[in-house]
C-alpha cells in the first residue's frame, strides 16, 4: 500500500489485499490514495490487482470498494471454497466525492473520471466520464458537467441550444 501526504482514514476502516504473501516483491502497490484523500468511518478497500484513489478524494461512511469478486461458477462447491475472481481494477481520479454506503465492483476494471461524484448507496458497475453524477443500483448518470454552461446540467434535461439549431 502506498498513501500520500495528509490521507485520513475513518475509524472501522478496512483496507484489504487477500493473499498478499503471494504477490511476491517488486510487484505494484495493490492500494494507492493520493495526498488529501479522507475515508469515512467503516470503508472498505479490497484490492487483489490495483485500486488506485487519486488526489483530494472524499468518501462518506461505509464506502466499499473492490476489484474482485468472490467465484460461484461451481454450483456443487460452497461459494466461501471457490476463491475469488480473476479481478480487474479500480481507479478513482482526482476530486471525486464517493457518498455513504456506495460500492464500486471494478471486477472487470473500472474508472471513476476526474470530479465525479457517485450517490449514497449507489452500486457502480461501470465506468464513470468526468465531471458526471451517478446514482442509483446499478449507478446511472443523472448529472453532467455543461462546459458551455459553466454549470452542471441533468441528463434528462433538454439542450436549450439545441431547439434554436432546428
Same mark, same amino acid.
Given at each position: 500500500?502506498?498513501?500520500?501526504?495528509?490521507?485520513?482514514v475513518?475509524?472501522?476502516?478496512?483496507?484489504?489485499?487477500?493473499d498478499?504473501r503471494? @504477490?511476491?516483491?517488486?510487484?505494484?502497490?495493490?492500494?494507492?490514495?493520493?495526498s488529501?484523500t479522507?475515508?469515512?468511518?467503516?470503508?472498505?478497500?479490497?484490492?487483489?490487482n490495483r485500486?488506485?484513489?487519486?488526489?483530494?478524494v472524499?468518501f462518506?461512511?461505509?464506502?466499499?470498494?473492490?476489484d474482485?469478486?468472490?467465484?460461484?461458477?461451481?454450483v456443487?462447491?460452497?461459494i466461501?471454497?471457490?476463491?475469488r475472481?480473476?479481478g480487474?481494477?479500480?481507479?478513482?481520479?482526482?476530486?471525486?466525492?464517493i457518498?455513504?454506503?456506495?460500492v464500486?465492483?471494478g471486477? @472487470?476494471?473500472?474508472r471513476?473520471?476526474?470530479?465525479s461524484?457517485?450517490g449514497?448507496?449507489?452500486?457502480v458497475?461501470?465506468?464513470?466520464?468526468?465531471?458526471?453524477?451517478?446514482?442509483?443500483?446499478?449507478?446511472?448518470v443523472?448529472?453532467?458537467?455543461d462546459a458551455?454552461r459553466?454549470?452542471?446540467?441533468?441528463v434528462?434535461e433538454?439542450?436549450?441550444q439545441?431547439s434554436?439549431? @432546428?
Open positions: 500500500m502506498v498513501f500520500g501526504d495528509q490521507v485520513g475513518g475509524a472501522h476502516s478496512l483496507l484489504i489485499v487477500p498478499w503471494e @504477490r511476491g516483491s517488486g510487484v505494484e502497490p495493490a492500494i494507492v490514495i493520493g488529501r479522507s475515508l469515512g468511518v467503516a470503508c472498505t478497500i479490497s484490492a487483489i485500486v488506485s484513489i487519486g488526489n483530494d472524499l462518506g461512511p461505509r464506502v466499499w470498494i473492490t474482485h469478486n468472490h467465484e460461484f461458477r461451481d456443487t462447491r460452497p466461501h471454497a471457490q476463491g475472481t480473476a480487474g481494477f479500480v481507479e478513482i481520479e482526482d476530486n471525486c466525492w457518498g455513504t454506503g456506495a464500486v465492483v471486477a @472487470r476494471g473500472i471513476i473520471g476526474k470530479g461524484v457517485i449514497a448507496n449507489s452500486v458497475v461501470r465506468s464513470v466520464a468526468p465531471f458526471s453524477v451517478v446514482a442509483g443500483n446499478p449507478a446511472r443523472i448529472r453532467q458537467f458551455d459553466g454549470d452542471w446540467r441533468r434528462d433538454p439542450d436549450p439545441a434554436h439549431q @432546428r
